[in-house]
């Protein structure tokens, strides 16, 4: 079992920044954010493995960051550029292998004003 204790939402108006937090109880490879906007699945925004391999989806590349710190057994996601269309709650995923369901935060909040 995982615990994940995520941090870093909120609002924020078009252009503007912001970075989540997600720090898990032990260590483990697969590290990532997901968002569901309202009306919408659930949807990859990027994770990185131990090794620091990263996958971004294509609307986000250029404009998010997703990073990690081993020691802290923490995963970041910093935001810039933020469009009303990155509205959504943010879930941090851990897994021990990419097909792994793994563990879930309790998701935050992120709003983007026009």
């Known amino acids: 079992q995982v615990q994940l204790v995520e941090s870093g939402g909120g609002l924020v108006q078009a252009g503007g920044s912001l970075r989540l937090s997600c720090a898990a109880s032990?260590?483990?490879?697969?590290m990532g954010w997901y968002r569901q906007a309202p009306g919408n699945q659930r949807e990859l925004v990027a994770r990185?493995?131990?090794?620091?391999?990263?996958n971004y989806a294509d609307s986000v590349k250029g404009r998010f960051t997703i990073s990690r710190d081993n020691a802290k057994n923490t995963v970041y996601l910093q935001m810039n550029s933020l469009k009303p269309e990155d509205t959504g709650v943010y879930f941090c995923?851990?897994?021990?292998?990419?097909?792994?369901?793994?563990?879930w935060g309790q998701g935050t909040q992120v709003t983007v004003s026009s």
């Open positions: 032990r260590s483990i490879n697969v």
């Open positions: 990185i493995i131990t090794g620091g391999n990263t």
């Open positions: 995923n851990v897994r021990t292998y990419i097909g792994a369901s793994g563990y």
